[in-house]
């Protein structure tokens, strides 16, 4: 009997210790107590993206439409025409003429002796001599005025004004 009381001793003591004496365990941490640091929030340091982004320069503008690829019609030939001139009495004659541009002047020689027909201001308008008889032709492809003359005979002097 007494042994059964002391073990029921014990074990309240045990008991009471085990209450009370808890109360002076020194505090173990607990391991899970240990609270999990915030995620570190990684600072963004993205340069903002400009919201106005440039144009660039070099961006074309619409391509133009692509012009007509067929070649315009040649604007309306003028039908070759012919003009004369005849060397006579050392002029010629008419020594003015107007003839669109386009036209064949051909200047035939009446006199017994050669003549030539050269611009004045040195184009190509210069005829060899051109002998009794003969005849010398130039086309005028651009509007003008020419201004010629006998290379041989200087007083000899005429105008071929041509018209567009
Ligand atoms: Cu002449």
New binding site residues.
């Given amino acids: 009997m007494k042994h059964a009381y002391a073990l029921f001793a014990i074990a309240a003591a045990l008991l009471l210790f085990g209450c009370i004496g808890g109360g002076y365990q020194p505090p173990v941490p607990s391991p899970t107590a240990i609270p999990s640091l915030p995620p570190i929030q990684t600072p963004s340091f993205q340069t903002p993206t400009p919201v106005h982004t440039q144009t660039p320069a070099g961006t074309p503008a619409a391509t133009p439409a692509q012009s007509a690829t067929t070649t315009p019609a040649p604007t309306a030939t003028p039908a070759a025409q012919a003009a004369s001139i005849e060397?006579h009495g050392?002029a010629f004659n008419p020594n003015s003429l107007t003839v669109p541009v386009g036209t064949t002047v051909t200047w035939t020689n009446r006199?017994s002796?050669?003549?030539?027909i050269t611009s004045d201001s040195g184009g190509t308008l210069a005829s060899p001599s051109v002998p009794s008889g003969q005849a010398f032709s130039y086309t005028f492809t651009q509007p003008g005025t020419y201004a010629y003359h006998?290379s041989?005979?200087t007083t000899?002097h005429g105008t071929v004004t041509v018209t567009p």
Avoid at 113 to 116: A, E, F, L
């Fill in positions: 060397i050392f006199d002796v050669p003549h030539t006998c041989i005979h000899m």
